[in-house]
């Protein structure tokens, strides 16, 4: 089983002015490259059996073998974020959702403000490097917000990631430096609800 980094569905510039171009291009072929070797490394052994797709194996992250379970959780969940990060987002982004998402907003938040309001500061918030998530739980079939660490993928708590923002400083330093409100402030006006909707729908 071999990783490979995916292409962008969309140019490097396409986000502008929202994120730049060069932000987009390093966090790309720089960052996200390096989860998917880190993945391929971890997994280059040949007494590991292939265990499914990696949705699969972050869903169930305690039957990887211990001795890499940290490499795999890390450069795996770095792999997969990374991958539904580019997609969550579009040049034709933004705005407010309709649809089975925008309802399952209403419902679980009150609103889309507050939804809003609750996935900014809860990301802003985050100490150190990690992630902001829109989840589904399938178990309740309710969405949430949860923040994760450093890599660590929301699959590894049995919870389905829909939306997802990047809150490591590889991703807005060069543009933003330390104004990390302006880079949150920027990707609400590129979020692809299309994308976050079908997300939804194939739970
Ligand atoms: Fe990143």
New binding site residues.
């Given amino acids: 089983m071999k990783f490979e980094l995916p292409k962008l569905p969309y140019s490097y510039d396409a986000l502008e002015p929202h994120i730049d171009a060069k932000t987009m291009e390093i966090?790309h072929t720089k960052?996200?490259q390096a989860y998917v070797n880190g993945l391929n490394a971890a997994l280059d052994n040949p007494l590991l059996q292939a265990t499914g797709t990696l949705e699969e194996i972050l869903a169930d992250i305690s039957a990887v073998p211990e001795n890499i379970r940290g490499a795999v959780n890390f450069h795996g969940g770095?792999h997969d974020?990374?991958s539904i990060?580019w997609n969550n987002m579009s040049p034709a982004g933004g705005g407010k959702p309709g649809g089975a998402i925008g309802d399952a907003i209403d419902k679980a938040f009150g609103g889309f403000d507050q939804f809003k309001e609750r996935f900014t500061k809860g990301s802003m918030g985050i100490q150190g490097s990690g992630w902001g998530w829109l989840v589904l739980s399938p178990k309740t079939g309710m969405i949430d917000f949860v923040t994760m660490p450093n890599q660590t993928s929301p699959r590894t708590a049995g919870l389905v990631p829909l939306l997802g923002l990047?809150m490591?400083e590889?991703?807005f330093y060069i543009l933003r430096q330390n104004r990390k409100n302006e880079y949150v402030d920027a990707w609400w006006n590129v979020v692809n609800w299309d994308d976050v909707e079908s997300r939804l729908r194939s739970v």
Avoid: I, K, R, T
Wanted: aromatic share 18%; no cysteine.
């Fill in positions: 966090h960052h996200h770095g974020n990374h990060f990047d490591w590889h991703a």
